[in-house]
Each structure stands twice: as structure tokens, then as C-alpha cells.
């Protein structure tokens, strides 16, 4: 079935430095969305990415969706304590069913 | 206030046991999701449903069960059929296909 790969698994930084996290697919992609889940809490939505090459900012989260709609990649400027957590991608598959990605948990370092 | 309820927050399974958690959303969402999450690990989807009284099995359904029987309720039943059940399960829904994914705050189960 259709899979998406996300790395790092893991990423530590020092506070004040930047994260990407990217997301692969084997298959092209109709969408790809973000979900940024904190310790102990639950997957909240960040962003939908429909457009080939489309690149959206939500003030130091910049996401950007690949020419050929295979791959995704969300980065972070200049991090802050409060960005901890771990940022998943999800594709849909068919018209309801959703595939998330294996998820990359930041760290950041004050 | 709208939104997804799970309960209960923790839930504890004795062998051989069968567990049910609740799952209620008033947001007048059509799709319903249940994922499972194991500690460090993605979400991985059990069970869905696209409408009242139709479900579909996810890629992890074997030793669960669902029902739904009303638009707001989607309950999933972990039964004695499945070994592993400690893990963190989610409740998830969405109002139109390929939108956004709303979850509620997960119940943890526990095997003693």
C-alpha cells in the first residue's frame, strides 16, 4: 500500500537553530498535510499543501510541496522551546483514508 | 464548545478482557477515524467510517471492533483477541474528503 517516509526519526537542536523535517513518497500525491503533535497530547493540524511546487509560511514555519508531488518538507527558523514535538506528514488515500508518515520528534535544547 | 471527546483518559485491561472506548464529536463530521499509537512510533490506522452504519477495516484491525450506529459515536472495542493492546488510541474526524483531520485528546490502555 502507499507509504510515506519521513526523516529524520529524530532531531536535537540547540535553541535559536533551524529544523527541517522531509517527507517522501513513492507515488504521486494528490495532497499533504502537517500535524504537529507535543508530548503527551494529540495531533493538531497545521497546514494542507494541494499545488505543485506551493510553498506556504506560518510565521517561522515555512512548508513547501515538491514539483513532482513525491515529497514535502516543513522547516523551522530559528527555533523556540515551544516548537518540541513531533511533526508528522499524512497523504490521503482514496477519497477518506489518510497514510501519516513515521514522524520526526524535535528536541530543542534551551 | 465543539470538538471530540474520548473516554476514558486511562483504561485498564485485564487478560482475556474486552475494553470499549468512547468516541464523540459534535462537529457534524461524516468521517470517523480510529489510529493506534505505540510509544516514539507514527499513528497507525485501525478502523474508519465515511458514514452512519458503514466502516471500513484500517491496517491494524484484527482483535478490534467498531460500531456506528449514530453520526456523533464511533466506539471502538478492543477485544481479547488482541495481544498487544497497550498503546495510546486516537479518535479522529473530518468533514469532507482530503480536509483536515480533528482529533481528540487519545485514551491511554493499559494491560495489568
Known amino acids: 500500500g502507499q507509504q510515506v517516509m519521513q526523516i529524520p526519526q529524530y532531531q536535537h537542536v540547540q535553541e535559536g537553530e533551524d529544523f527541517t523535517t522531509y517527507c517522501n513518497s513513492s507515488?504521486?500525491?494528490?495532497?499533504i498535510q502537517w500535524y504537529k503533535q507535543r508530548p503527551g497530547g494529540h495531533p493538531v493540524f497545521l497546514i494542507q499543501l494541494v499545488k505543485s511546487g506551493e510553498v506556504k509560511k506560518q510565521k517561522r514555519l515555512t512548508f513547501q510541496f515538491g514539483e513532482a508531488k513525491k515529497n514535502s518538507s516543513l522547516h523551522i527558523t530559528a527555533t523556540q522551546t515551544t516548537d518540541v514535538g513531533t511533526y508528522f506528514c499524512?497523504?490521503?488515500?482514496?477519497?477518506?483514508?489518510?497514510?501519516f508518515g513515521t514522524g520526526t520528534r524535535l528536541k530543542v535544547l534551551a | 464548545d465543539g470538538g471530540i471527546t474520548q473516554s476514558p483518559k486511562y483504561l485498564f485491561r485485564k487478560e482475556g478482557q474486552n475494553v470499549t472506548l468512547s468516541c464523540e464529536q459534535n462537529?457534524?463530521?461524516?468521517?470517523m477515524y480510529w489510529y493506534r499509537q505505540d510509544p516514539g512510533q507514527g499513528l497507525r490506522l485501525i478502523y474508519y467510517s465515511q458514514i452512519v452504519n458503514d466502516f471500513q477495516k484500517g491496517d491494524i484491525a484484527e482483535g478490534y471492533s467498531v460500531s456506528r450506529e449514530k453520526k456523533e459515536s464511533f466506539p471502538l472495542t478492543v477485544t481479547s483477541a488482541q495481544k498487544n493492546p497497550t498503546a495510546f488510541y486516537l479518535c479522529?474526524?473530518?468533514?469532507?474528503?482530503?480536509?483536515?483531520?480533528?482529533f481528540g485528546p487519545g485514551t491511554r490502555l493499559l494491560v495489568l
Open positions: 462537529l457534524n463530521h461524516d468521517a
Open positions: 507515488t504521486t500525491l494528490s495532497n
Open positions: 479522529a474526524s473530518t468533514g469532507h474528503p482530503q480536509e483536515t483531520q480533528y
Open positions: 499524512a497523504c490521503t488515500s482514496g477519497t477518506y483514508k489518510y497514510i
